[in-house]
């Protein structure tokens, strides 16, 4: 699945063109206001956005993971707010139906999705279960054609924008092949919403916690209609989900290097440009080359994902995700920390755009599995192979 290069040629200067014209100029009003504005939304719809990965027949643009990463490099120069209010949509929040969902439930729902009439978000964290996603503790029990679903899930991104979730939940024994993927209706009832969490930084972004008491889901909503498989499909979602990551990630460093280098030229000391002191260009020329070699390694394995079987999980590349998780999301930490020095005092004012994407980028390698989890696959894998 991929768009045609013409498409494409013409989708991805629209998008830098929108991402510079319209949410740069807007990001201090994110700051300022926690919320993403009506009117950009309206235009992230229109745009198709939400349909970025959707495939065609459903309504969507359908580009592929090597197309996908690009548009999230664009859409990482900017505050992940943005992204954030479709980013569920395209990635964790209905990649599982995409990848492993029955044809009646793709006909479902991946339109309504593709056109943003429908936001899904992926619930898989709980209190007692974040890195040990395996010993999840929400029940689904079977009851005539329904399951009865109880437990609570944390920290869910989009949540309070969510029409649907994608929801693990365990209808087996104990580990991972007792978990279920299911489709559940924000609307149902017994589902209720915590309070909105505050974060240390992502402002716009939406996160709470979803209570499930005695929700009653139709045994037709399991994602593939087999009981048992929603562990494996929550792990091929969060590979391409963290090969997204990391293209933000790339993304956010670039744009953070860019704040860097105008600040290196503008700012005087000692009666010169501070970025003619090679203690500064060295902080630059260090994130440069960190930058550039995690952008090489996010393409390649997003290559290297276009050229597996189609929905098939593959221990080889997984690892590689997750090398790129890693690595990518460490380097934009260590370049928003350069960047605040290089900024000085300055750094640490809200008014400059480094200060919060300092804190933007500490999430980065917390969710969709921590730089342990990536270190843990990464060994994992090489321990198994020949
Ligand atoms: C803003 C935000 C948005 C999120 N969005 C979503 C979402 O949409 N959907 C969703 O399902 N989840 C979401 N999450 C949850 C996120 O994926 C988890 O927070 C993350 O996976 C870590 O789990 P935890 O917080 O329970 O940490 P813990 O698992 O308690 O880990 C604590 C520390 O112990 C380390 N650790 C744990 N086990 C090991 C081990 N075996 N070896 C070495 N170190 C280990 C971890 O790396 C970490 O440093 C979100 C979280 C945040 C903060």
Known sequence: MSLDAESFDILLPTLQRFVNERLVPAENHLEEHDEVPADLIEAMKEMGLFGLTVPEEYGGI???VSQEVLVNYELGRTAPAFRSVFGTNIGIGSQGILMDGTPEQKATYLPKVASGELIMSFALTEPDAGTDAASLKTRAELDGDHYVLNGTKRFITNAPRAGAFTLMARTGGPGAGGVSSFIVPAGSPGLKLGKNDKKMGQRGTKTC???LENVRVPAANIIGGVPGQGFKTAMKVLD????????????????I????R????????FGKAIGEFQLIQAMLADSQAELLAGWSLVKDVAQRFDGKPAHASDPDISMRVSCAKLFATEMVGRVADRGVQIHGGAGYINEYPVERFYRDARLLRLYEGT?????LIIGRELL???
């Open 240 to 255: 391409r989900g963290r090969l997204n990551i990391s293209a933000v990630s790339c993304g956010l460093a670039s744009r």
């Open 384 to 386: 198994r192979q020949d």
């Open 62 to 64: 359908g580009l592929s």
């Open 257 to 260: 290097l860019d704040e860097s």
């Open 209 to 211: 916690d979803v209570i």
């Open 371 to 375: 730089t342990q989890v990536q270190q």
């Open 262 to 269: 105008r600040y290196a030229r503008d700012r005087k000391q």
